[in-house]
């Protein structure tokens, strides 16, 4: 894999006459995937068309751990008769995504769930009928696929999806982190294909793109601390001085009443902001020493509850003496890695060089499309001056090229013996930009010696997912690390759970529930500085007590501690949302590749209407749109109609000639001419003078003429932008 980013939302890949939509996936030649696919089908002409959102907005409560996320986007069809979009995006791995909701013209479509063949079936019979519907499909945790059925030519549709995802916890701090492209992964032999797999890159500054808004509310009942973002400029403040902006854009409303005692408000500024990379979102808790955070919600008609809890240890638990280690680590050395990615991951692999002692033992690898050893040998050596220099001299030689075989590199590493009497760590230097993560999985969750894995990923887009799931699977932790981070200090926290002793072989168990509704940690270690998360069902609410057991060093640890259920509904409502996703996804690991538990996870999506693999959300009944239940409301900006944000651009081709006209009214400002994978051609600027019309002749910059082939013109008027899809002959 050579190339990794995009700019996923704005430029779309346009292959035409070749693409085909059929039943769950979209087929491209090989040879034509030059960007990330996001396509709609001109019925005309047959051609596939790039489309994306005008404006993606997130809108994102945070309280008690949890963040619930309304994502609404706006699609334009500028391009002639459309009967099918299919638009390939993120969303967090760990998110339940519980609500899809489409408005078109003055109707809402509310989606509900179905079987994913089922959903299909019925859309693939809208669109060929010329109906009006939206779909949604899983194609893995983190990457899905938006489908909108005959949108009219100058028409628009918003699309909202409504989700909640638990906060990952650390040493003291949340973290709550949006993906907002799907970068290019290396397809490995035996699995399936991620639908955006293709080349990928970033726009330059001064490239138009859509507007993206993240707009975040955080109430806590403890004081929060160093609220920032690594990856994104923002606007913070406390909510008296933010809770206009927030009531503009619709993430709370003027009535709200705020019942935490702690609220802060933090809004993405907008200057050159593109969606191509994570958005990481940062805040210290304050007094997480040996305490629980529980957020519950009981349904009274039911009569059943849900909750979820953190417990965090205090620091004091994990107290003794280091020690002796045998450390792996594996460093990921393929193209996607290039830049400052591999420069991160070669400093934490020096790093952690520094730390180790004459008394431990370590071995490094890396790969690409092959394995290499830095000691040629399937085992670790001493870590004495010699053997230390010398893997140093390997690591400062690693350069990124070639492709991601990440499984034969994990293999190779769990091949290694290991010394008798140490603590072995595997440590993961990877993106997890691949396409087989189930087979990754199982390698690791079936291995005999059932091995302790830590993951670090370095880059402006991860696939957190892998890199979250395999350190669970193997009883480790999942760092994430940014472009402008300093790394020393991330790594030290990390390794300070690896050489504090460990609460191992830990049990939990909380009275008067069902232990097979409680979902506990996957792994059986509790390291410093990281919480017990605990999702759980109940039927009596009240006082219950928590029990967790463990061994240190040989000594058996007890800790308990009482927690509060609610007797009635809270504003957790989503809680059973997110239990039934973490259901979901302990089923899914549990049958790995050779099993199924699709029946069962088919009825919890069904039950509590949270999209699967097996399922898929369809909206195809409209009622009356009304103000109160409008999407577009839900992002704060004001669209009337299409024609507000639409010009009747005339664009003709002629004797070689591009002709463009702007509509009464305007002037003409700027052209460009952009190639199908996002490249300007041409541009000319027109501030100088009222142009109502501009004549082209197919010159470009360095005196050759345009090329017969699809390409796309973005005409900017002084009433606004239009794009155009142009065949040039």
Not at 50 to 77: C, E, H, M, R
Request: with cysteine; proline share 4%.
């Amino acid at each position: 894999m050579s190339i990794k980013t995009s700019w996923f939302y704005s430029v779309c890949i346009a292959v035409f006459f070749t693409v085909t939509l059929q039943a769950q996936n979209i087929s491209f030649p090989a040879d034509s995937v030059k960007g990330p696919m996001c396509v709609i089908i001109d019925s005309v002409t047959k051609a596939a068309i790039p489309l994306s959102p005008k404006n993606s907005t997130y809108n994102i409560i945070v309280t008690d751990g949890l963040a619930q996320i309304t994502l609404t986007q706006l699609f334009v069809n500028e391009f002639g008769i459309v009967k099918d979009i299919a638009y390939v995006f993120p969303l967090p791995h760990d998110a339940a995504v519980h609500a899809m909701t489409m408005e078109y013209r003055d109707s809402i479509y509310k989606a509900v769930i179905y079987e994913k063949q089922e959903a299909q079936q019925i859309y693939d019979s809208i669109v060929q009928t010329g109906g009006v519907a939206a779909l949604l499909l899983q194609d893995r945790p983190n990457v899905f696929q938006q489908r909108i059925a005959n949108i009219a030519f100058n028409d628009s549709a918003w699309i909202q999806i409504k989700l909640t995802m638990p906060l990952e916890y650390d040493n003291g701090f949340y973290e709550l982190a949006i993906p907002t492209m799907v970068a290019e992964r290396y397809q490995s032999a035996n699995a399936s294909t991620v639908l955006s797999s293709g080349r990928m890159w970033n726009p330059p500054a001064d490239r138009d793109g859509q507007t993206l808004q993240i707009n975040v509310l955080l109430q806590t009942g403890f004081p929060v601390s160093q609220l920032q973002s690594p990856t994104h400029p923002l606007v913070i403040s406390e909510i008296d001085a933010v809770r206009p902006e927030l009531e503009a854009r619709k993430v709370m409303d003027k009535a709200a009443q705020l019942n935490l005692p702690y609220n802060q408000g933090a809004l993405l500024q907008q200057a050159a902001t593109y969606p191509n990379k994570d958005f990481v979102l940062r805040f210290g808790r304050a007094a997480a020493e040996m305490d629980f955070t529980v957020a519950s919600t009981f349904d009274t008609s039911l009569g059943i509850g849900y909750f979820y809890s953190n417990l965090f240890p205090d620091a004091a638990l994990f107290a003794g003496e280091r020690p002796k280690l045998d450390i792996v680590i594996l460093v990921d050395r393929s193209g996607s890695q290039s830049g400052w990615p591999i420069a991160k991951e070669k400093e934490i692999a020096t790093i952690i060089l520094d730390k180790l002692t004459s008394a431990d033992r370590f071995t490094v690898l890396s790969f690409n499309t092959a394995v290499s050893w830095c000691f040629g040998s399937a085992q670790s050596v001493e870590a004495s001056g010699a053997n230390i220099t010398k893997a140093r001299e390997f690591i400062a030689g690693i350069s990124a090229t070639g492709g991601t075989n990440l499984l034969a590199g994990v293999q190779a590493a769990l091949a290694i013996s290991s010394g008798e009497g140490l603590q072995r760590f595997f440590i993961f230097l990877t993106d997890g930009f691949i396409t087989n993560e189930s087979a990754i999985l199982e390698e690791i969750k079936n291995h005999p010696t059932a091995p302790t894995v830590f993951t670090f990923g370095a880059g402006d887009n991860l696939n957190r997912y892998f890199l979250d799931e395999s350190a669970k699977v193997g009883n480790g932790v999942s760092t994430e690390i940014t472009e402008t981070e300093t790394v020393a200090p991330i790594v030290d926290a990390v390794w300070n759970k690896i050489e504090s002793p460990q609460l191992q072989d830990i049990a939990i168990a909380m009275s008067g529930l069902d232990p097979a509704q409680l979902l506990l940690p996957q792994g059986n270690m509790l390291y410093k500085g990281s919480p017990v998360t605990i999702f759980g069902v109940y039927r009596e609410s009240g006082t219950h007590i928590v029990t967790i057991t463990g061994t240190r060093n040989g000594e058996t640890v007890t800790l308990t501690n009482d927690i509060d259920l609610a007797a009635a509904p809270t504003a957790n409502s989503m809680i059973p949302q997110v239990w039934a996703r973490q259901m979901i996804r302990k089923l899914r690991i549990e049958e790995g590749t050779g099993t199924t538990n699709k029946n069962h996870i088919i009825e919890l999506s069904k039950q509590y209407q949270v999209i699967s693999d097996y399922t898929a959300f369809l909206a195809t009944s409209p009622v009356e749109a009304t103000e109160e239940n409008r999407i577009g409301r839900y992002t704060g900006l004001h669209v009337t109609a299409a024609g507000d944000i639409l010009l009747q651009v005339s664009m003709t081709i002629l004797r070689n000639r591009l002709t463009i006209e702007a509509p009464s009214g305007a002037y003409i400002t700027e052209v460009a001419v952009y190639d199908l994978n996002g490249r300007c051609l041409f541009r000319t600027l027109l501030h100088t003078s009222q142009c109502t019309r501009f004549v082209w002749d197919g010159r470009l910059a360095n005196g050759r003429r345009l090329a017969t082939g699809r390409f796309i013109v973005k005409i900017q008027t002084t009433r606004g932008q239009i794009t155009r899809s142009l065949f040039w002959r």
